[in-house]
């Protein structure tokens, strides 16, 4: 059971470059989820899912694209990075007891 | 403002002490409480999760929520230095679809 698991750990991008941020689930959860963690920011919600079919937006969603075509897949898309979005980033998914995150993607955009 | 305000810290306490880290919201909607601790380059761990106003206790961890003042505190009991991390509350609203973090408060625990 290996819970959230997000890939690549670390990614260095030239700006205008695009890229996909993978997650994957093993818990069946209908929520999942993409936040995005600065200095300072705290973590702010990019977009989520609550369900396959079905994403809505976020605290900070321009710049990024998302499509839930399954239960356990929920991928982030950059599709024109910029230096603004250098962060790390987090997926999440939710049950009844509150939500668990993944161990992150390091994202660096020169 | 923001709609949760937290300390940064740093706080530095000394192995044994009781910590008491808190948080305030601005917003009377919110309705689900969450602390969640993060060590350095690894994702937020679930610690405390509560939906109402009270105490909750698990181990040496306790969360409180005053809905009425709009404050929630987490306490730590019998600090250890694995206990040293950024600590992240988060609360959520209807449906607790999106939650609102702090931006953390960075607790050393010092042996």
């Known amino acids: 059971n290996a819970g959230v698991t997000q890939t690549p750990k670390f990614q260095v991008l030239k700006t205008g470059q695009s890229m996909t941020l993978q997650c994957a689930q093993d818990m069946n959860h209908e929520y999942m989820s993409w936040y995005r963690q600065d200095p300072g920011m705290g973590l702010r919600l990019i977009h989520y899912s609550v369900g396959a079919g079905i994403t809505d937006q976020g605290e900070v969603p321009n710049g990024y694209n998302v499509s839930r075509s399954t239960t356990e897949d929920f991928p982030l898309r950059l599709l024109s990075a910029a230096p603004s979005q250098t962060s790390v980033y987090f997926c999440a998914t939710k049950n009844n007891y509150g939500y668990t995150f993944g161990s992150g993607t390091r994202l660096t955009v020169v | 403002q923001k709609e949760v305000e937290q300390d940064p810290g740093p706080l530095s306490v000394p192995e044994g002490a009781i910590v008491s880290l808190n948080c305030t919201y601005s917003n009377s909607a919110f309705q689900y409480f969450m602390w969640y601790r993060q060590y350095s380059r690894k994702g937020p761990e679930l610690l405390m999760y509560?939906?109402?106003?009270g105490n909750k206790e698990d181990g040496r961890f306790t969360a409180q929520v005053d809905k009425s003042s709009k404050y929630i505190s987490l306490f730590i009991r019998d600090s250890q230095p694995s206990d040293s991390a950024t600590y992240l509350c988060a609360i959520g609203g209807r449906g607790n679809e999106k939650l609102t973090f702090g931006t953390g408060t960075r607790l050393t625990i010092i042996p």
């Open positions: 509560t939906y109402s106003s």
